[in-house]
């Protein structure tokens, strides 16, 4: 079994910063990829950030120059830096491992169980 763990949520003012953490845990073989995709009321799920076992990261437009991802392969862990939180961040944010199990030749999504970001305006 794999588990994703996340921490760090929470209600902050517009303007304000929040720093997500996610660590994975279990029988893993090797992790592909890492990221946070986030979820607000009525929307559909989508990426915000996102970064390969090669370093290489992916944004959201909307998250540019806000957001830093960053990864400890040590630790299985990768976290999300939020500066500048606007009111349209507001959302439940899950965080992703595309991995590959050990035993297992095919890789696949793990999630975890979402961490609450509210943001106040």
């Known amino acids: 079994q794999v588990q994703l763990v996340e921490s760090g949520g929470g209600l902050v003012q517009a303007g304000g910063s929040l720093r997500l953490s996610c660590a994975a845990s279990g029988s893993i073989f090797h992790i592909n990829a890492m990221g946070w995709y986030r979820q607000a009321p009525g929307k559909q799920r989508d990426l915000v950030a996102a970064i390969t076992d090669g370093g290489s990261t992916n944004y959201a437009g909307s998250v540019k120059g806000r957001f830093t991802i960053s990864r400890d392969t040590a630790k299985n862990a990768v976290y999300l830096q939020m500066n500048s939180l606007k009111p349209e961040d507001t959302a439940v944010y899950y965080c992703?491992?595309?991995?590959?199990?050990?035993?297992?030749?095919?890789?696949?999504?793990?999630w975890g169980q979402g961490t609450q970001v509210t943001v106040s305006s």
């Open positions: 992703n491992a595309n991995l590959r199990r050990s035993g297992s030749y095919y890789s696949y999504d793990h």
